[in-house]
């Protein structure tokens, strides 16, 4: 799989769009960009995928660059109970190979009141 | 719809001992998954079993091993229990090996 390269951490103020960065310069044609977030050693908390196009659900936005190389998760309202560790992680979607996921060591968040 | 559990929440165990955890997989998901999560270190594979079979294993010793049963529910071994085996263990499951990961809430293991 790919490496991903993430800033350790960030702050945001409460009520504004938290975006996180990821750099995912290696990725492959068949390699999605995950992101996880996990709460104070809680399981991780799937947020969102994509694969070229970006994408949009009830928790964030993912933003892919054209040339694939890196991606924006947004968070357009930051709560409180966003404060978390948030994974960045490029996994395969088909073909052979393995499909397990590969944490690095994610970007801290930390919504501050 | 339920999502991942896992059983027990925690485990303490001596050294030496063996530690059995469970993980019962979101209805329909075939593939699981196990993670290990050691204090302040970040998350590692463990091992992914799909239809009922063990498919890839991470860098772990053998004394670390499991099985998936016909009802897709998974079982984590961990023989000959050692103090940096104190961990979280994360277990995840997914309709099929190609799509999202899905994760329980751990089982917490402590080795005294």
């Known amino acids: 799989d790919a490496k991903t390269t993430q800033p350790p951490s960030m702050d945001c103020a409460e009520g504004r769009a938290a975006n996180l960065p990821c750099n995912h310069s290696?990725?492959?044609?068949?390699?999605?960009v995950y992101w996880y977030r996990q709460i104070h050693s809680q399981g991780p908390q799937y947020i969102i995928h994509?694969?070229?196009n970006n994408e949009t659900n009830e928790m964030a936005s993912l933003i892919i660059t054209e040339d694939r190389k890196s991606s924006t998760l947004i968070l357009p309202h930051a709560t409180l109970r966003d404060t978390a560790v948030y994974y960045c992680?490029?996994?395969?979607?088909?073909?052979?190979?393995?499909?397990?996921?590969?944490f690095g060591k994610g970007t801290k968040l930390s919504v501050i009141p | 719809e339920a999502g991942v559990t896992q059983s027990p929440t925690h485990l303490i165990k001596t050294r030496g001992q063996q530690a059995t955890l469970r993980c019962s997989p979101i209805?329909?998901?075939?593939?699981v998954y196990w993670y290990q999560q050691a204090l302040g270190l970040g998350l590692q594979f463990l091992l992914w079993?799909?239809?009922?079979?063990?498919?890839n294993r991470g860098n772990f010793p053998p004394r670390f091993s499991g099985r998936q049963f016909p009802n897709y529910s998974s079982e984590l071994n961990v023989n000959a229990l050692e103090l940096e085996d104190s961990a979280l263990y994360l277990c995840?499951?997914?309709?099929?090996?190609?799509?999202?990961?899905?994760f329980g809430p751990g089982t917490r293991l402590l080795v005294l």
């Open positions: 992680i490029v996994r395969l979607y088909s073909g052979a190979g393995s499909y397990q996921l590969t």
């Open positions: 994509g694969l070229k």
């Open positions: 079993y799909d239809e009922g079979e063990e498919r």
């Open positions: 209805s329909g998901h075939t593939s």
């Open positions: 995840a499951s997914s309709r099929d090996r190609s799509e999202t990961q899905y």
């Open positions: 290696t990725i492959s044609g068949n390699e999605y």
